[in-house]
């Protein structure tokens, strides 16, 4: 299947820094990708939908000018948490859209997740 | 928009037992189906999935269903296995890009 990663896999950051995740799609293009928060034993959140060469749609609740995202590639999504505080410590994970080219048939393939802690 | 409820949220099973996991949903117009394995500490890796036009779908020790008009999906691991134990979810949309709506997850575990 498509491979989806992500760089790094864990972070850990002062308080009032920024971070930025990459999300890479290893061997397909992807015009849409997916960013998902999860707390633990919780399901994932969808944060926002990126699509390549405009502005990303934020969830309801997100707010854009804090998790900033640019999908500069069809294979490069990046997401940067900016002046991070304790309480956007997370498992952040992306997703990236493949079609298979059979109509309106598109598959979803999630990448490992970053864990960001912020002290 | 989309809900989608899952149930059990805990399951414990034998190993060699069948285990089965069921999903609602409330869109009509969703139509894409897919199933997620995550293990603790990764990120969701999809076992399955089963779009609108198919009833059911089998991949070795896996299967899942779909009833379209009761709006309801099921997963169902045959023969189950210690690694086997993560955290399942399913998750509907209908598709086209669209966002995918996630169940709240089960965990299920296999007791060797």
């Known amino acids: 299947g498509a491979v989806v990663s992500q760089h790094p896999s864990r972070v850990i950051c002062k308080s009032g820094t920024s971070v930025k995740i990459e999300c890479r799609s290893l061997?397909?293009?992807?015009?849409?990708m997916f960013w998902y928060r999860q707390f633990p034993k919780q399901s994932l959140m969808l944060m926002a939908t990126?699509?390549?060469?405009?502005?990303?749609?934020?969830e309801q609740g997100v707010e854009k000018d804090k998790f900033l995202i640019n999908h500069a590639s069809l294979t490069l999504s990046t997401l940067t948490v900016t002046s991070a505080h304790p309480e956007d410590s997370s498992f952040y994970i992306c997703s990236a859209t493949q079609n298979l080219g059979q109509g309106n048939q598109e598959t979803q393939y999630f990448g490992p997740g970053t864990r960001l802690l912020v002290l | 928009g989309e809900n989608v409820e899952q149930h059990p949220s805990t399951l414990s099973v034998q190993e060699g037992d069948s285990a089965v996991i069921k999903c609602t949903y409330s869109?009509?117009?969703?139509?894409?189906f897919p199933w997620y394995k995550q293990e603790l500490g990764k990120g969701p890796q999809l076992i399955i999935d089963?779009?609108?036009?198919?009833g059911e779908k089998k991949d070795q020790r896996i299967a899942v269903t779909l009833n379209k008009t009761a709006k309801h999906f099921s997963l169902h691991i045959t023969e189950t296995q210690p690694e086997d134990s993560a955290v399942y979810f399913c998750a509907a949309t209908s598709g086209g890009y669209q966002k995918v709506t996630f169940g709240t997850g089960t965990k299920l575990q296999v007791i060797p």
């Open positions: 869109d009509s117009a969703s139509n894409y």
């Open positions: 990126s699509n390549e060469g405009s502005k990303a749609t934020y």
């Open positions: 061997d397909f293009q992807a015009t849409t």
């Open positions: 089963i779009r609108s036009n198919v």
